[in-house]
């Protein structure tokens, strides 16, 4: 995952994982879609300045924050 910290767009690298979402640190999902790219983006511009977690169907979980 890059940038981190992150603008807009944030990079992800996909292991097979085709769900994901984005929660706050309350759990509450903001965003979540399904891919099955080696490489894809997601759009976290309209997220306000916090702290984040990335999560998929392989339950890896990685923090982090939009600018």
Same mark, same amino acid.
């Given at each position: /995952?890059?940038?981190n910290p992150v603008d807009e767009v944030l990079y992800m690298k996909n292991n097979s994982? !085709?769900?994901w !979402?984005?929660?706050d640190t309350s759990g %509450?999902? &903001? &965003?979540? =879609?399904k891919n $099955?790219? &080696? /490489?894809f983006s997601i759009n976290v511009s =309209?997220? !306000? $300045?916090? &702290?984040y977690?990335? $999560? %998929? %169907?392989e339950k890896l979980n990685?923090?982090?924050i939009k600018k």
């Open positions: /995952m890059y940038p994982s !085709k769900e !979402k984005v929660t %509450n999902v &903001l &965003l979540a =879609g $099955s790219d &080696l /490489m =309209g997220l !306000k $300045s916090r &702290l977690f990335f $999560s %998929n %169907n990685i923090r982090f």
